[in-house]
């Protein structure tokens, strides 16, 4: 399986989804963190079926930002959920480029929050509050937190995605640095891990200033969760490094 180019499209794609099995309603918890703003976001979510919000969420300031958010949770039998989403958050009142959109996979153990996404001074956490659980589930073994960081002269800004094998996953970020604006994309496909833990991960990395492109590379290298960086990819004044780690 090959990584899609340009498979996060400005309307952002339907989940996948499988009948459900059952009524079972959750709730997925939303949180994004800017410097000092928390947009926080609840939504109601039948396990095997797909919930949407477009709309505006407000942080505790009053100030307002435009919101997609599709979740798609089933069970995992372990006890543990998969949640599917896609995300994007407008400008500050409604106005600008979307600032952030991720769509990723990951499996998250019930009534826990994970950190999924980080850039810059944005942060993006899940979390299911699940009715009915019987036990307390650890996080899959097999979802790595990945970290890409295109390093360059007065630049070093990782972006960090929790990915599970198997699934596309992609983060767009615009991100402020001493006044300047940089355009981040970031695609992703994690192969199976072996025996060792260790897999393959597909990426295409793009990094532009609104005048420019810094960064564009793209390939596959072989990451062991716990490592430390690696070096992807090189090019005139910048290097691309990767890790992965548990979630």
């Not at 039948?46 to 979740?71: H, L, P």
């Not at 981040?184 to 991960?201: C, H």
Request: proline share 5%; net charge positive.
């Amino acid at each position: 399986m090959k990584i899609k180019h340009n498979f996060l499209l400005a309307g952002l794609l339907a989940l996948s989804c499988t009948p459900a099995n059952g009524t079972d309603t959750h709730t997925v918890d939303l949180t994004v963190i800017y410097k000092g703003e928390t947009y926080s976001f609840a939504q109601a979510a039948e396990e095997g079926r797909q919930s949407t919000f477009s709309g505006q969420v407000q942080n505790a300031g009053g100030t307002g930002r435009s919101m997609i958010f599709n979740s798609l949770i089933t069970g995992e039998g372990s006890g543990n959920f998969r949640l599917q989403y896609q995300l994007e958050l407008g400008g500050q009142g409604g106005s600008g480029k979307p600032p952030v959109q991720l769509q990723a996979d990951l499996v998250l153990p019930p009534n826990r929050s994970v950190l999924a996404a980080e850039g810059g001074d944005w942060k993006v956490y899940l979390k299911i509050k699940a009715r009915a659980v019987k036990n307390v589930n650890t996080p899959s073994a097999k979802d790595s937190r990945i970290t890409a960081n295109a390093v360059l002269t007065g630049l070093d800004i990782p972006l960090k995605l929790v990915v599970s094998p198997g699934t596309q996953s992609s983060y767009v970020a615009s991100i402020e640095k001493n006044g300047k604006l940089y355009s981040y994309v970031l695609n992703l496909l994690a192969g199976q891990p072996d025996k060792t833990g260790e897999f393959t991960l597909q990426y295409q990395f793009n990094l532009r200033t609104p005048a420019s492109e810094l960064v564009k590379s793209s390939g596959e290298i072989r990451l062991k969760p716990g490592a430390r960086l690696k070096t992807a990819a090189k090019g005139e004044g910048w290097h691309l490094e990767v890790r992965a780690a548990k979630p």
